[in-house]
């Protein structure tokens, strides 16, 4: 059978940085990775950090309708700027959210992404060490385009999706700050949704496909939703920290190889990772990138037939399977 999980494991960050205490978080952090693919980061020390954002994201969204509109992602090649509601799609159907990216948080923006992304580099080099690797071992496969989103869900009616089932995508892990309002949750190996209730400022960390394709699956990214607010608004700061776009399958595969030989899995485990569904692993794209930008103009149907009309079509009609 399995291994599952019922609820989601808390890792304590001061107590990895504490000789005394560090292994036991280590081994905890070591079944988060393996069984669930998320994980509580607390005593992050980034907590007045995120207190002080979350503060500003409603007078964020609050902006009028035309500067929102001037930095919409339909202008950006990049996908990059504000998405309107219902403008994205999450397993062929419609999100109930929308984020910004406005000129005027720029310094909110760059003072958050500083801060986590130290956070987050640290944070690898701890993975490493707790699957009895180097902790350098997947310095190589960090990229130079990692992502902040604000992102807000409007009250809607209930079981209404705010962002359905998916994985998340080219990037090694996800760093989320979510308000107290809940609705993010997780599906585990039995087939059941498993709730994530705020924690007031821990991160909730999850692995992504390009850190499940570099492991051969061994460390497995896992499917999670969130179920629309229905009477309140939801705030949401996911960072994804980016893989390099340039790795190619014949990379990926040789490392894959090379790190699952020495990961401490059962063999158990390292039987089932082979059979791990992935585009990242797909023959039908040149590299990593060409991955994710398939990704993106699905994502971003609008976004995708502006900038990319030839290849929306194609990726619209490809079959992964």
């Given at each position: 059978m399995a291994e599952t999980f019922s609820s989601v494991p808390k890792v304590?960050?001061?107590?990895?940085?504490?000789?005394?205490?560090?292994?036991e978080e280590l081994d905890k952090l070591q079944n988060a990775i393996f069984v669930v693919g998320f994980l509580?980061?607390?005593?992050?020390?980034?907590?007045?950090?995120?207190?002080?954002?979350?503060?500003?994201?409603?007078?964020?969204?609050?902006?009028?309708a035309d500067v929102k509109e001037d930095c919409n992602m339909i202008h950006s090649?990049?996908?990059?700027?504000?998405?309107?509601?219902g403008a994205e799609t999450t397993a062929s159907q419609t999100d109930l959210r929308e984020y910004p990216k406005s000129p005027g948080v720029q310094n909110l923006v760059e003072q958050y992404i500083s801060h986590i992304d130290r956070l987050a580099q640290d944070f690898v080099h701890l993975v490493a060490e707790c699957l009895s690797l180097p902790v350098d071992t997947f310095d190589n496969f960090k990229g130079?385009?990692?992502r902040l989103k604000f992102?807000?869900?409007?009250?809607?009616?209930?079981?209404s999706q705010g962002v359905g089932p998916h994985k998340d995508s080219a990037g090694l892990f996800t760093f989320l700050s979510q308000d107290n309002t809940g609705g993010l949750q997780v599906l585990n190996k039995n087939g059941q949704w498993i709730d994530v209730p705020p924690i007031e400022g821990s991160l909730v960390v999850n692995i992504q496909q390009g850190f499940e394709a570099i492991t051969g699956g061994v460390c497995a990214a896992t499917t999670h939703r969130v179920i629309a607010p229905t009477s309140q608004t939801r705030y949401s700061i996911p960072f994804f920290l980016g893989v390099r776009l340039d790795l190619?399958?014949?990379?990926?595969?040789?490392?894959?190889?090379?790190?699952?030989?020495?990961?401490?899995a059962s063999d158990d485990r390292?039987?089932?990772?082979?059979?791990?569904?992935?585009?990242?692993l797909s023959p039908l794209y040149s590299c990593f990138g060409?991955?994710?930008?398939?990704?993106?103009?699905?994502?971003?149907?609008d976004v995708g037939r502006h900038w990319y009309p030839e290849l929306f079509e194609r990726y619209s009609k490809q079959n992964l399977r």
């Open positions: 304590d960050y001061a107590r990895l940085q504490d000789k005394a205490t560090r292994q509580y980061l607390t005593n992050t020390g980034l907590e007045g950090l995120i207190r002080h954002t979350h503060d500003q994201l409603p007078q964020l969204f609050n902006l009028s090649a990049s996908f990059l700027g504000y998405t309107r509601l130079k385009m990692s992102v807000k869900y409007p009250p809607s009616a209930p079981g190619t399958l014949s990379q990926l595969e040789e490392s894959a190889a090379h790190i699952v030989h020495r990961i401490p390292k039987k089932r990772a082979i059979d791990v569904p992935s585009e990242f060409e991955a994710h930008l398939r990704n993106r103009i699905l994502s971003h149907p």
